[in-house]
Structures are given as structure tokens and as C-alpha cells.
């Protein structure tokens, strides 16, 4: 990541938010895939969306966060989320790691046409 942009201010408008499933689906097209995030928003206006973090070199786990970003102010009632992106470009060498509030959650990606592997859970929370 470039110096510049790390200097830059931090947003207060968007946040890494709480996901309580994360899976990798096969895409339409052979070697492709899908992830499909869902969980419970904590604002009912607020935009959920998954954001690739930006890598020089390819790592093992892509990181994909899973940020909520509310236009204005939060409408404090609750509302399911589901959430998908393909995950052409964005692979790492065994996989992809989603991130959000509660937990991090790391999904193998098999190579070659097969299916995902098996997920583990990683204990890690945020600092």
C-alpha cells in the first residue's frame, strides 16, 4: 500500500461490522467463486458491503472486510444482512481470510476446479 494513502485520515463514516456466516460457493463459469457473507446489521439504513484489502504481493489468506457505512445517521433498529463478491483477482495462494468486528474467518479455496475446503475459524479478535 502506498505511504500516501496510509497517512491519509481514517473514515468515521464506515466500520468493520459483526458477520455470523462467511462461505465460498463455486461460480457459474468453472475456477470461479463466489463469497457469501451474512449476519445482522446494527442500523437498519445502513449499507453493508464486503472490501477486498489491497495487496502488493499475492498473500496466502486475502483479507476481505466486511464494512457497514450509514449515509447521515443510524436508524437504531436491526436488520439481517447478506452480502456476495466474486472472487476473480482477489484469491490468495490457499485462500481468502473474511474480516469483520467479532472474528476473522479463514475459507481454503481449493485450485483446479474443486470445491472449497473445509473453513477454520480463527480465534483472533479485533484489537
Do not use: D, H
Not at 465460498?24 to 484489502?53: F, H
Amino acid at each position: 500500500m502506498s505511504a500516501q494513502l496510509l497517512k491519509a485520515p481514517t473514515s468515521s463514516s464506515v466500520r468493520l461490522i459483526n458477520f455470523t456466516k462467511a462461505r465460498v460457493v463455486p461460480g457459474i463459469v468453472p475456477n470461479t467463486w463466489i463469497l457469501i457473507v451474512s449476519g445482522t446489521k446494527p442500523c437498519l439504513n445502513m449499507t453493508v458491503r464486503l472490501s477486498p484489502r489491497i495487496y502488493i504481493v499475492q498473500p496466502e489468506f486475502w483479507g476481505i472486510e466486511v464494512v457497514g457505512s450509514v449515509p447521515g445517521f443510524c436508524l437504531p433498529a436491526t436488520a439481517p444482512y447478506t452480502v456476495s463478491l466474486p472472487l476473480n483477482g482477489i484469491l490468495g495462494k490457499k485462500g481468502i481470510e473474511v474480516i469483520g468486528a467479532n472474528k476473522k474467518q479463514k475459507l481454503y479455496v481449493a485450485s483446479g476446479g474443486s470445491k472449497p475446503l473445509a473453513s477454520k475459524k480463527s480465534a483472533a479478535k479485533k484489537k
